[in-house]
Nanobody, 123 residues
Framework: QVQLVESGGGLVQPGGSLRLSCAAS????????MAWYRQAPGKERDLVAR???????DYADNVKGRFIISRDSARNTVYLQMNSLKPDDTAVYYC?????????????????WGQGTQVTVSS
């Protein structure tokens, strides 16, 4: 079984910064997909940033130039550095990983979600 454990959320004033972390643990062989999503109250879960094949990074238009996704492949960890935060960034942030894991039936690819971490931007 694989677990994704998030940390780094909290309350911050507009213009401030936060750094989120998400680490995969358990029977992880490798990680082939890493992304961050967020969900504001009453809204759908939206993609914030992701790595795609070739190491390229995609960002939602409303976070470009402010957020940076990075990773530590050796630690199966993905980060989201959030700068110049705005009240509209308030949401629960979720990491999402595609993982190859060891199972009794051999290696299998599955997708996992973190537990979510609250980010609140308010004065």
């Amino acid at each position: 079984q694989v677990q994704l454990v998030e940390s780094g959320g909290g309350l911050v004033q507009p213009g401030g910064s936060l750094r989120l972390s998400c680490a995969a643990s358990g029977s992880t062989r490798s990680v082939f997909f890493m992304a961050w999503y967020r969900q504001a109250p009453g809204k759908e879960r939206d993609l914030v940033a992701r790595f795609r094949s070739g190491g390229f990074r995609d960002y939602a238009d409303n976070v470009k130039g402010r957020f940076i996704i990075s990773r530590d492949s050796a630690r199966n960890t993905v980060y989201l550095q959030m700068n110049s935060l705005k009240p509209d960034d308030t949401a629960v942030y979720y990491c999402n990983m595609g993982v190859v894991e060891a199972t009794a039936m051999g290696d299998r690819a599955n997708t996992y979600w973190g537990q979510g971490t609250q980010v609140t931007v308010s004065s």
